[in-house]
Every structure is written in structure tokens, then in C-alpha cells.
């Protein structure tokens, strides 16, 4: 009980308390640090949340978006440095926690209702 404390508070102090709610279906713009040479730089990556993991400091998200035809998936981790900045751009509404279904979907089937009794 005592290390589980000690662990908690060492984590608390790496936590981003920053971050806005964010719910699976929700379409969101990560600001991801890319270093290049030696100049840094942000690119936004825009998608779908596909799925939520873990809690704490180890929380994940996958976001999904559709690059010219090809499905890219990509795993962020929350309380990491190199996330700048996570913006909600539109809310969704969906009835599961896990959206895999849309890897199988193409076009006009992979759209999300939108939801809007949830601010942005």
C-alpha cells in the first residue's frame, strides 16, 4: 500500500493536466514535437479517437484518419512530452468503446454522428 502511494506521487508530477475530456467517436488535432535536425517543429495529426487505454500516466488514445486512401492508425500517449497540444474539432456519438469496426469501412460508412450536448 505504502509503494503504491510513493508510485502515485511520482507519477502525479509528469501528469499533463492540460489535456480537454475526450470521449471515443470524438475527431481531435494532436499537436505531435517533431525534431529534424536540430530545429523542432509541431505537426498537427487530425483523426478519429478509435479507442481509449490504461489510465494514469500511461493513458493511450488511437486515432485514426484516412491518408490519401489508406487507413493510418497512430497510438498517442497522453502525458507524453512530445504530445503539444490535443484540440477536440468535432464531438461523436457512438454506443461503443472500442471502434474497430471502422477499419473494415470505406467512404461514406465510416462517418460518425455528431453529438452536441457535450461543449468542444
Given amino acids: 500500500m505504502n509503494a503504491e502511494k510513493i508510485i502515485n506521487d511520482i507519477e502525479a508530477e509528469y501528469l499533463n493536466h492540460t489535456l480537454p475530456t475526450i470521449h471515443v467517436g470524438d475527431t481531435i488535432r494532436v499537436g505531435v514535437k517533431i525534431v529534424e535536425g536540430g530545429k523542432e517543429r509541431v505537426q498537427p495529426y487530425e483523426g478519429t479517437v478509435v479507442s481509449m487505454r490504461n489510465g494514469g500516466i500511461s493513458e493511450t488514445i488511437t486515432v485514426r484518419k ?55
Avoid at 502525458?79 to 490535443?86: A, C, E, F, G, N
Avoid at 462517418?111 to 468542444?120: K, M, V
Fill in 66 to 120: 484516412v491518408f490519401q486512401g489508406v487507413g493510418v492508425e497512430r497510438v498517442f500517449l497522453l502525458h507524453s512530452p512530445r504530445i503539444d497540444s490535443i484540440t477536440i474539432v468535432r464531438r461523436g456519438r457512438v454506443r461503443r468503446a472500442k471502434l474497430y469496426y471502422l477499419r473494415d469501412r470505406v467512404g461514406k460508412a465510416t462517418r460518425i454522428r455528431q453529438r452536441f450536448d457535450r461543449p468542444l
